[in-house]
Each structure stands twice: as structure tokens, then as C-alpha cells.
């Protein structure tokens, strides 16, 4: 047998006395040590347990695969690292401790009590990885993902558990494996002397069967440094992937392995267990092979949807500069608010709508006019007209300013969850316009309702026909270039509307608050299912991808390819441009196979028997509900046959 191989089977049996040691119950972990092992300082990577470094492409040996996951890793092109937006990205949580270089660990101190408050775990060209120890809480599920994530840790005895959720999708490892952006990462780091090892978990139960484990071991030492080659391409919009069965480099490695089965180098969680020995002798069918896997012991349909929580509330998330994200009722809705007054992108479904005007008030009253101390004395302070006043006494007798009332309100697209409040917003709303000799005149005490010209002609209707809203919850300005200015800076910054033809809908609009940098996306952006493609209103696949690459022009990264602008969809969680890339990258994924399928000549049945969205179904994908996997994939399929 080769040695390499005995190496990692030799590494496996360590595994799995590891992860025997791992899950020992809490009441049988040793008492919190006095004073923990200190884990800082320089340390050199030693071994992980394979010992081959860098697994070649194809090799899933010991990851606990479901169908998603090997679908995913098949099809994911290491040349997709070209891409503008992947550039710059650092390694995927789950490879951080196997890249090149070593790592730094620093603590951070109360300066009084001299508890640890937090480690940061530094690793070469990567980001600062914060690990809380002041025991606070995980943020909620809409809050951005990264690709350090967010993690707390404690103490078990001498070891340190680290519990990181809120990561990014990335690489499980090089050489084609993938995370899902659900996944949690469990990290049991232990000094012995001079080693340090490092066990870690990976529950993704989008793509895998049961968790995955795996070890690493550095060694204490004040070395570093290396580099590496960054990919660069010519067609920033370009998506490097391989079609479902054309990556023939997957079995490659295996012409000098000719020794080793090709079945469980495709992965899988019954190749992780003995049993599996069975079928490889023919003595048992793979398929009908019971093996006692471990369950994930998280909901992926439950995390999905506490991105976008459907209870009934109205909940606040302050974003940028004057944005704020109101997550309503499973509807996102994004307000500027500052002292020119409110603009809302959306209003929510109906049933919400008093909920969410009370909200938005009160933020006004919070952020807009909040009462101030006096911090000056006497008739001299600045500002103080005509000398004679005492703004002690003003600050004393008097109550704050009102806020400004609601100036705008700007559809992104003619659905109920985004017009449903428009009536009563707007009518609660004051729009002055310029009158005579500069005084402000208002036409109506409404708000202006701003919208693509496609949007108001499917909410009106012509003379003596049924309107599908009524008259005041009617866009009043409508635009019908490729972009709208509001014809003034509002709350200190510009505020542009891009329309994004052909997308969802045909009046599809984007919203670009640019001192902010904030984009409200509207539908053409989801955290929580495929886009809902509306072929009878104009809508099609290419417009949608073609709306993301637009939002990815306009938006910057503020470093590593996350934070910087910051994206708000119309459900799911606050985002960046590296978890829209890889909602796009998604998108084109899926479209290229289907289209691929259509110029086979395969009907629309045969296209849904394929699964062509098979790897992100558990992510993206439903099968109940108002926007099912298979009316995405109908839409997709005859949006391509009709060139949309």
C-alpha cells in the first residue's frame, strides 16, 4: 500500500479517537483551569491528518458527501478565483489553518480585571478572526455573514471550544469541495508544550451527511512567510464552472492510484465507516448499506429562515451612514432617516403596515430629533442669536425639534410586499414643492412615490377599468430612462434609482444611496430562495443575472472582498458583494446547464427530472409555498427558449 495512504488511514483512526474525545458530555469535562493555558504567540503549521498537504482535485476521501455536496465540488472550477470578486478573498474558514504561513494568536485584556475579553487569530494575507470570552450572545440571523464568521469561545478543561456560525459559503478544502453559507464551525484548540492542535467541526448539512472533522498541529515558532500567485481574468462577468459530467480532470490523480476504487473517492458518508468494506468486496450493495452516520444537529430550513423571520414584528438593524434595515414581516425594507426627514425603499404587505409606520416614527424620533444636553452657559455661547438668549434655560423649557415627515417613498418593483403600505404612507407623508418667491407650497400632503413607468401601469388602469390599487398608493413620479436622480442630495447624499430591465419584472429598479454605500436591491436579490421570475410581466433569467453584475459594478468591497457596500435584498440577510457574487455565480451556474439541456433538445420534463439545481435546492430551493424549485426552473427554461 502506498505510504501516503497508510499515513491517512493512520490519520483517520486518529480522527476518530478525537472525535470520541470531543463529544465526552460537558458534565464529564474537567473544571474551567484558574488560569487557562496561554494559546498566544507565533505558531508554525506542523501536520494535518492526511499528510498529503494539498488533496488533488477529484479526491473526496473522508468527507461525508450528500449528492448536493459531490454535485458542487464536481462543478466548481478552481479558475472561478479569477473572477473580480473573488480576488481578493482569504481562505475559506474551514482551510484557514491549512494555508501558507503560520499563525498569530493575541489576546485582548480587560485593563482592570485582566481577563481575556477576546482572542484574534491572525493568519498570513487573511483577516483578524475575533474570538469573543465576554459571553455575548450570537448576532440574529440576518445580521452579514464573513468569512471569519463570529465566534464565542470557553473553556473545557485545557481546551478552548470556539463556536463560529455566520460564515460565508467558500471551499471545504482545494480542490473542488464547497461549504454551503449555513454551516457552523466548532474549533477544540489544545497546547500541550510547544504543539498546538486543532480539531475542528464543520456541520453543513446542505451538503453533507453527517459533520466533518478534520486536525491540524502547529508548533510554537516565530517563522513566517510565503506567497502565492493571484488568477486574474479579462471578462469581469465571466463565471468559471464545468457543466454537470464534463470535469474529466476529476479521476486524473487516480491513474497512478490504479490500487484504489473509484466509489469512495467520490466521498460519501458510508465510506467513512467500516461497513463500507462490504460493498467495496461485493459482498453487499453500496445502496441498500445501513451505516450508524451521526444527524446534523442543525436546521438548514430553520436557519434560512430566520434570515427572513415571518413573525409578525418589525425588527431594526442599523446598516450605514443614515440607512437602517427594517426587516418586516419577512420583508426588508430600507429607510433613510435624518434631518430632511424619512424615504422608505418598499412599504411592506398590507397586514404590516401600521406596525411598520410606528417603527419608522420612532426611528425618526430617536435618530432625527433626540433631545441634546446643553453644554454651554451663559449669553455668550456660540450660536446663541443676538446675544441674549440663554440656551440653558432653552434646553430646559423646550422640547425637541420634530422630526421631518416622510418625503419619499421608492418602489422597486409592483409587488404586494413592496406596495402593500404605499397608501398609507404616502397619505402620512409631505412632499414641498417651491412655491412663489421661494416659499414651499405643498401639491397634496403626500409623500412622493417614486417607480419605474412600468410599475404605475400595472398598478393603474385606463379610464372606467379596475385598478389593482387604488388611486393614492399610485407611483406620483415615474421614470422611464435606465436611471433616476432625486433632483436633490437627501439626508447629506445622492440617491440614484437604476432600472434593471427584463428582470424580475419589467420594472425592476435597484436603489444606490452613494455616501452611504448602501444598495437596496429589491427582488432582484434573495438570501432565502431562487429569484421569482415573472415571464407574463417581462422577466427573465438573463435580466436578473445581468441586475446582479450591475449591483456588483456598483458596489466596492472594503477589504478582502467583504463589508465596504453593503447590500440589502428584498428577504434574507444584510449582504456584501461577495455574497452576491455567489448568488450570481449561482444563478449563472444554473442557467448554463439548462440551457445547456435545451440545446440537447430535452423538453421542460426531462430539464426538472435532470435536477439542474440539484446542489443549491437545500439552500435556494422549495417545494411548498407561493415560488416553488420547479416554477424556477420552468421560468428559467422558457425565458432561455424565448431568449429573455
Known amino acids: 500500500m502506498n ?34 493555558p496561554d494559546i498566544t504567540g507565533e505558531w508554525r503549521q506542523e501536520s494535518d491528518e492526511s499528510g498529503l498537504g494539498q488533496p488533488p482535485l477529484g479526491d473526496y476521501l473522508g468527507i461525508p458527501f450528500n449528492e448536493a455536496g459531490r454535485m458542487r465540488a464536481d ?18 474558514a474551514p482551510h484557514q489553518w491549512r494555508g501558507l504561513g503560520g499563525a498569530r494568536i493575541l489576546k485582548e485584556q480587560d485593563p482592570q480585571t485582566r ?13 483578524d478572526w475575533p474570538i469573543y470570552m465576554d459571553g455575548r450572545p ?22 478552548l471550544k470556539v463556536t463560529t456560525t455566520h460564515l460565508k459559503d467558500g471551499y471545504l478544502r482545494r480542490g473542488g469541495p464547497q461549504t454551503s453559507d449555513m454551516y457552523t464551525m466548532t474549533d477544540y484548540m489544545t497546547r500541550h508544550g510547544d504543539i498546538l492542535t486543532i480539531n475542528t467541526v464543520i456541520d453543513d448539512s446542505i451538503y453533507m451527511d453527517e459533520p466533518f472533522v478534520q486536525s491540524i498541529t502547529y508548533v510554537y515558532d516565530t517563522t513566517a512567510g510565503s506567497a502565492f500567485a493571484e488568477n486574474g481574468g479579462t471578462d469581469r462577468h465571466h463565471v468559471p464552472h464545468f457543466l454537470p459530467g464534463q470535469n474529466t480532470a476529476l479521476s486524473d490523480w487516480l491513474k497512478n492510484q490504479d490500487w484504489i476504487p473509484v466509489e469512495p473517492t467520490r466521498g460519501g458518508v458510508k465510506t467513512l465507516y467500516p461497513e463500507y468494506r462490504a460493498a467495496l468486496n461485493g459482498s453487499a450493495n453500496a445502496t441498500n448499506l445501513k451505516v450508524p452516520s451521526s444527524r446534523s444537529a442543525f436546521s438548514p430550513d430553520k436557519s434560512i429562515a430566520d ?69 454651554c452657559f451663559g449669553p455668550n455661547c456660540p450660536g446663541v442669536a443676538f446675544g441674549w438668549s440663554s440656551p440653558f434655560i432653552n434646553t430646559i423649557i423646550s422640547s425637541p425639534t420634530p422630526p421631518k415627515p416622510l418625503r419619499y417613498i421608492i418602489n422597486t418593483s409592483d409587488a404586494p410586499d413592496h406596495i402593500g403600505g404605499n397608501e398609507k404612507f404616502a397619505t402620512s407623508g409631505f412632499f414641498p414643492r417651491g412655491g412663489g418667491l421661494g416659499a414651499a407650497t405643498g401639491v397634496g400632503r403626500t409623500a412622493s412615490v417614486v417607480a419605474h413607468e412600468n410599475v404605475l ?28 436622480k432625486l433632483p436633490e442630495y437627501f439626508n447629506g447624499e445622492a440617491v440614484i434609482v437604476y432600472h434593471e430591465p427584463a428582470a424580475n419584472t419589467d420594472g425592476d429598479s435597484i436603489v444606490f444611496f452613494r455616501h452611504s454605500e448602501i444598495i437596496s436591491a429589491g427582488n432582484i436579490y434573495s438570501t432565502v430562495s431562487y429569484p421569482t421570475i415573472d415571464l407574463a410581466k417581462g422577466g427573465g433569467i438573463q435580466g436578473v443575472v445581468k441586475g446582479l453584475n450591475h449591483i456588483l459594478d456598483l458596489a466596492v468591497a472594503e477589504y478582502r472582498s467583504q463589508g465596504g457596500t453593503w447590500i440589502i435584498p428584498s428577504h434574507g440577510r444584510l449582504s456584501d458583494t461577495g455574497d452576491v457574487a455567489s448568488y450570481r455565480n449561482m444563478l449563472v451556474m444554473i442557467r448554463d446547464r439548462i440551457q445547456d439541456m435545451i440545446n440537447k433538445g430535452m423538453t421542460l420534463d426531462q430539464v426538472r427530472a435532470a435536477r439542474p439545481t440539484l446542489d443549491f435546492d437545500g439552500r435556494y430551493g422549495s417545494n411548498t409555498g407561493s415560488w416553488t424549485t420547479n416554477m424556477f426552473v420552468e421560468a428559467v427554461y422558457r425565458s432561455l427558449k424565448e431568449k429573455k
Not at 499515513?7 to 464529564?28: D, E, F, H, K, M
Not at 411598520?356 to 420612532?362: D, K, M, P, S, Y
Not at 388602469?461 to 436611471?483: I, L, S, V
Open 138 to 159: 450570537h448576532p440574529p440571523a440576518y445580521a452579514p455573514h464573513t468569512w471569519s464568521g463570529f465566534s464565542t469561545g470557553e473553556w473545557v478543561g485545557n481546551t
Open 75 to 92: 462543478t466548481t472550477a478552481e479558475s472561478i478565483w479569477g473572477t473580480p470578486e473573488y480576488q481578493c478573498r482569504p481562505h475559506s
Open 307 to 375: 434570515q427572513s423571520p415571518r413573525d409578525g414584528e418589525v425588527h431594526i438593524l442599523p446598516v450605514q451612514g443614515n440607512i437602517y434595515m427594517l426587516v418586516a414581516d419577512g420583508t426588508n425594507i430600507t429607510a433613510s432617516v435624518g434631518p430632511q426627514g424619512v424615504l422608505v425603499v418598499n412599504t411592506g404587505s398590507a397586514p404590516i403596515t401600521d406596525k411598520l409606520q410606528a417603527t419608522v416614527n420612532q426611528l425618526a424620533n430617536a435618530v432625527a430629533a433626540a433631545p441634546t444636553t446643553n453644554n
Open 115 to 127: 481577563e481575556v475579553k477576546a482572542y484574534h487569530i491572525q493568519f498570513m494575507r487573511s483577516l
Open 3 to 36: 505510504n501516503l495512504y497508510r499515513t491517512r488511514i493512520a490519520g483517520v483512526s486518529l480522527l476518530l479517537v478525537t472525535v470520541i474525545l470531543v463529544c465526552i458530555p460537558t458534565y464529564a469535562q474537567p473544571a474551567r483551569p484558574q488560569n487557562p
Open 457 to 484: 401601469n400595472r398598478m393603474s388602469a385606463p379610464a372606467g377599468k379596475q385598478a389593482a390599487a387604488p388611486e393614492r398608493a399610485w407611483p406620483t413620479d415615474t421614470y422611464f430612462d435606465e436611471f433616476y
